[in-house]
C-alpha cells in the first residue's frame, strides 16, 4: 500500500475510534472486515497506530494544535511515528526513533517540520498529565497506592503487552509445543511464575498454526492463567466459573481437572458463551457444561446452592488492568460506572458464594488496579460472611510450586494476602485474588 494510501487508512480509523462509541478492539475488527484487502502488515500498523493514540491520547491533544490539516492526520502521524519508534527500542533499547522512511513519504513539508518540532520536546518539560495520560480520577488513586512505583507503572501501560500461551496440559507438554513453535519460526519463552504458559517473541500470527487448530495453545496472559491455577480444581469435583465469559479460565481449569467432573460455564451475556464454542471444541474437553444465567440469583444457582466444590467468580470490571490491551477503557470508564459496578460486585460475589458446599474454595477475582474493586470488596465480604475463612494466596501459590510466589501478592486487613499482579512488576495484565474456603 503506498504510504499515504495507508496514513489515510490510519486517520480514518482513528477518527472512529475516537468517538468512543464502541470498544477500541470491536472498531478495529469492524474496519478490517470493511477492508478486507489490508495485507498483515497493514493491519498491524493500522492497529497499532490507533492503540498508541489512544495510549498517548492527552501528549497528542496536547501537540496537535500545533500543526496543520484534519486533526485525526495529525494524530495517526504521531500514533505511527511513536508506534515506531516504540518497535525500534524493543531491539535496540538505546534507539531514539524508528525508522521514518516511510513515514516520511507520506507527509508534505509542513507535516515534517512539525514532526521534527514534536520530536524535539523534552519529556521532563511537560506537564505530568502528558507525562502519564490518565485521566485525573483514575492518576490520583493509583499514585496513592504505589507512590514512586506510579511511574514504572504509566511506563508499563506506555507499551503493548506481550501475547502469552497456554499450553492445553490435557492434550500436550508445554516443552514438545515449545519446540514445535520453534521449527515454525515463533519464537516463545517459558512464563516465570505459569507452569502452562509461553511468552511468544512479537505478536505471531497464530490461527492456521497445528497447534492453535488442535487446541494445543489458547491465548491466554500468565495472570489470567494463574487465576484459573489458584482454584486448584481437583479431578472428579463439582466447579463452577461463575462469570465464565468467551471462557478463557474455563478451558484452563477444565484442562487441569483432566476433563472429569463437572465443570459450569455460567455468564449472564450468552453471547459472550457463544464465543466459547469453537475453543471448546478444539480444547478436547467433555466436562464442560455452559449455561447463560438471567441474573446472579437464578434458579440453576438455587438448584446447586451448597453443592459445589470450587467457584471463580471473575467479576465484571473496570477493566483497568487491561489497559495495555485496552488502553481505550481509561477514556470510556467513569467514576460513575465505577460505583455502579463495585455494587454489582459485591452482588455476584454473595450470589456465588450460596454454591459452596463446606470445604468448598471460593476465589474473587478482577483485572482490575483499583482498590474499591478489589480490595475493598474482598474485606467486606470476609466482614459479613463468618463462615467463609479467608485464605493466603501466597501459601497456596507455593504450594502448587509458583516461583516467587510470595513476590506476586500484598497483605489485607484479615492478615491473608491477595494475588495482585502488575504490568510494571509482573509483565502481566493487572489483577487481583482473593481466596476464602467455606467453614
Not at 480490595?375 to 467463609?388: K, R, T, W
Request: hydrophobic share 40%.
Amino acid at each position: 500500500m503506498h504510504p499515504n494510501a495507508l496514513l489515510e487508512a490510519c486517520s480514518e480509523l482513528v477518527r472512529l475510534t475516537l468517538t468512543f462509541e464502541h470498544p477500541a478492539d470491536a472498531v478495529v475488527s469492524r474496519f478490517f472486515r470493511d477492508h478486507r484487502g489490508l495485507g498483515q502488515r497493514e493491519r498491524a500498523a493500522l492497529a497499532e497506530t490507533v492503540y498508541t493514540v489512544l495510549r498517548k491520547k492527552l501528549l497528542f491533544d496536547h501537540m496537535t494544535p500545533s500543526g496543520s490539516g484534519p486533526k485525526e492526520r495529525r494524530l495517526a502521524i504521531l500514533g505511527f511515528a511513536h508506534w515506531q519508534d516504540e518497535e525500534a527500542r524493543r531491539s535496540n533499547p538505546k534507539a531514539v526513533h524508528g525508522p521514518r522512511d516511510f513515514l516520511q513519504a507520506a507527509l508534505n513539508d509542513r507535516e515534517k517540520q512539525w514532526l521534527e518540532q514534536c520530536d524535539a520536546v523534552q519529556e521532563g518539560d511537560l506537564l505530568e498529565r502528558h507525562r502519564h495520560n490518565l485521566p485525573e480520577w483514575l492518576a490520583q488513586p493509583l499514585k496513592e497506592q504505589l507512590g514512586s512505583d506510579f511511574w514504572p507503572l504509566v511506563q508499563a501501560l506506555s507499551s503493548s503487552a506481550p501475547l502469552d500461551l497456554r499450553v492445553n496440559v490435557l492434550k500436550e507438554k508445554r516443552p514438545e509445543v515449545q519446540k514445535e513453535l520453534a521449527q515454525a519460526a515463533i519464537k516463545t519463552e517459558v512464563t516465570p511464575y505459569s507452569p502452562w504458559g509461553l511468552r511468544a517473541v512479537g505478536k505471531p500470527a497464530l490461527a492456521k498454526l497445528p497447534a492453535f487448530v488442535r487446541g494445543a495453545i489458547e491465548v491466554q496472559d500468565e495472570g489470567s492463567q494463574l487465576l484459573a491455577l489458584l482454584l486448584d480444581a481437583k479431578r472428579g469435583e463439582m466447579v463452577v466459573d461463575f462469570c465464565a465469559g468467551a471462557g478463557g479460565k474455563t478451558l484452563a481449569i477444565g484442562a487441569a481437572m483432566r476433563s472429569t467432573g463437572r465443570l459450569y460455564a455460567f455468564d449472564v451475556a450468552a453471547h459472550r458463551l457463544d464465543a466459547l464454542k469453537p475453543r471448546l471444541a478444539r480444547s478436547g474437553l467433555s466436562n464442560v457444561h455452559p449455561a447463560a444465567l438471567a441474573h446472579e440469583r437464578d434458579e440453576r444457582v438455587k438448584r446447586l446452592a451448597g453443592k459445589i466444590d470450587r467457584v471463580l467468580v471473575d467479576a465484571p470490571c473496570s477493566g483497568l488492568g487491561t489497559l495495555r490491551r485496552n488502553p481505550d477503557l481509561k477514556w470510556r470508564q467513569t467514576p460513575q460506572a465505577l460505583e455502579e459496578l463495585v455494587v454489582k460486585q459485591a452482588a455476584i460475589l454473595a450470589s456465588a458464594a450460596r454454591l459452596l458446599k463446606p470445604g468448598g474454595r471460593l476465589v474473587y477475582a478482577t483485572c482490575s488496579v483499583l482498590p474499591q474493586e478489589n480490595e475493598a470488596i474482598a474485606e467486606a465480604f470476609s466482614a459479613a460472611h463468618p463462615d467463609f475463612m479467608p485464605l493466603d494466596a501466597g501459601e497456596l501459590l507455593a504450594q502448587l510450586k509458583v516461583p516467587e510466589a510470595a513476590s506476586l501478592c500484598s497483605g489485607g486487613e484479615s492478615g491473608s494476602h491477595y494475588l495482585r499482579l502488575w504490568p510494571h512488576r509482573h509483565q502481566t495484565d493487572g489483577f487481583f485474588a482473593a481466596v476464602w474456603q467455606r467453614r
